[in-house]
């Protein structure tokens, strides 16, 4: 036996080293083939000498190679360059990227591209033809948008003249080094696409989503608190789609997620009883407010009176949180009490020295967190869990029941549980429907007002199906807010129609676990709701709804200024309006719009209060120079702007600057050192020899000053 024993040992091990080493050979062969495949589409400079391949599948078994090649140049690691590319074992390159220009200066104003458009145009379709002609066809050619001086291109996919709006092709250039840095294909590969004749008509499909999908009829609340109705995306079922073939209306199948609750850090609850006798009454009224706050024994006290939570003694009290927050829409603050638990293993084994360690440690199997508002001892949230998963008890009950059964039983306790906590807030409720859940066991009941749908206020509450316990509990309701009447709505038909002659329910392909659907779809760029009174079309502020289409003008074509403002307008520098008026003065306020967009700063640009607080604050004028009504004059013009740039306390040196101006006498003297730089950086050039310091500046002639001022650090 023991003989017979060993010799399948040793044939077993003749036959698995060769197997072995065949699998390894192919491997070999197989990177050798993809390197090659790759080198015969992108050329990889020869002093990038140092090489790593690595092989992974993805989630559709498809084989993915990720090639990298680097030059490291050791005396300087700003000469440094990397090159990676993607690629399916196809030879399909996904993706490819070059790093490089590391010691590039960085600027704190937008840049110039260094190359025209049409330029960038070619060297993106040379790249398509060698590296990815795969994709000839299949994408619509859209102009690029310009960041840092670089045009960046993204391409939607098109199939059977439909788009695939998941799929994209992105291109980056780097205008310096004249070629593409970066590009990546997001895009499925070996599917199988419906043919459009196939579908459903658009009529059709616009009947399917009025029975089925309907929008909804919602009061929206804006950051000032103003009430207004509007028809919007059904809230439960404004991701459905509407199967093209089969006119089913359908639910994207994305993974369900769960997400356990933050920590929100800890701080402890003051004592300012001994600082009474000493304050002023601004500050004794705030110790009076947080004098009749709940105290964390009270509220815990509350909370494990609470026996349809799943929390109990193995939850110990780690940190609470006393804050004062603003009351949405309301001047009014209150105080918000957040206490934060921690669960140790019923089997743990420690001192009970150790165990508070540990608790305090925040160390253990599970959390819980739970929120009051300390004035009125309200539970205004609450969530436990477990970090590692294991299971809790399970009821006797639950076991016994079915599916089906599960869900009405855990609605059931979800149900009791908030008209426990919230009688009067419950019968406003229309409850979620179930079959649009996310979450398993979970149970939302939506703020009914009039019949509409009110902002997002809900009640929430989830059962933990183990042991029939509540595990998350939330209730967001607005107070105080007048319910305007919801008479005089066009109504639902009149919205629907308002919606479709939008053309935004439109055929799409769409991908679930890399199969393609085709789908009548709300596209998912249509940022709108439907004013309900009026049947305008509004953005989520209730403000007019305004497509955002780059800047182009009906007034500019011949005129001196045209390339100016075109090339401006592609960086993202321009005035709102159809024209663009170039020989009317220009106003400050329009002057200092135009300004503020040469940063890089992220605020809202088109709010001129918002735009000169900024400029006063960072010292480009001060309060007696904000007129936003007058004309900006020239000599005025170069001084905000050079200020804005940085050179206030260089140009403001007396005495040391020359300007050859003919008329410089009629320079304000404290402006001097602004006209002589502006001169030098050829930011002006004057007519004739003339600065003319006191005219008025033309709307033509500031983009032109602007335009100069960008190509001076171009260059």
Partial sequence: MKRTIALLTVITMLFSVPHSAFANQ??????????????ERIDIPADHEEFSGDMRTDENGKVIWSLNWRRIDEKDDLNNSYISVEVEDSGFI?????????????SEIVKLPQIPKETADGIVKDFIAKVCPEIE????????????????????????????????????????????????????????????????????????????????????????????????????????????????????????????????????????????????????????????TISAAQAEKKLRA????????????????LSQEKMPYSDERFYRLNMYFTRLKQDEDVSDEKRKLMIAAGEGDGYANAVFNAKTGELLSFSSGSWDGLPRPVSTDVKAKGEEDKHQEMQKVAEAFIKKMQPDKLSKTKPMDLSNQNKPYYYNYYRIENGAYFGYDQISASVNVDNAKINEYSCNWTEGIEVPSADGVIGIDKAHEILFNTDALNLEYLIFNNKAVLAYKISDDKYFNIDAKTGELVDWEGKPYVENLPASYNDIEGHFSETAIKELAAIGIFLSGESFLPDENIAQRDFVTLLVKLGRYYYDRENIDTIYNYLIRQGVMDETEKTPDTTVTREDSIKYLLRYLGYKNFAEIPGIFVCDFSDVNEINPGLLGYAAIAQGLGIVKGSNGAFAPKDALTRGETAVIIFNCLKANLD
């Fill in 137 to 292: 066809g299949q994408y619509v050619w859209k102009e690029p948008s310009i960041y840092d001086g670089n045009y960046s291109y993204s391409f939607p996919r098109i199939v059977n003249g439909i788009n695939v709006p998941t799929n994209n092709v992105y291109f980056n250039i780097d205008s310096a080094l004249k070629e593409i840095t970066q590009y990546n294909c997001y895009w499925n590969t070996g599917l199988e696409f419906s043919l459009p004749e196939k579908a459903i008509t658009e009529q059709k499909a616009q009947e399917i989503f009025s029975e089925k999908t309907p929008l909804d009829l919602e009061y929206s609340i804006d950051s000032k608190g103003q009430v207004s109705l509007r028809y919007i995306r059904s809230r439960e079922k404004g991701d459905m789609y509407i199967n093209a073939i089969t006119g089913d209306v359908e639910k994207p199948q994305y993974d369900n997620l769960r997400y356990a609750a933050g920590y929100a850090g800890e701080m402890a609850v003051p004592d300012l009883s001994s600082a009474k006798k000493s304050l002023r009454p601004e500050e004794q009224k705030e110790v009076d407010n947080i004098a009749g």
């Fill in 306 to 321: 609470l026996t349809e939570l799943d929390f109990d003694d193995e939850y110990k009290l780690t940190s609470t949180n």
């Fill in 94 to 106: 996904r993706s490819y990227s070059k790093s490089t220009n590391f010691g590039r200066d960085y």
């Fill in 26 to 39: 192919q491997k070999a062969d197989a990177l050798e083939n993809i390197i090659l495949k790759v080198r």
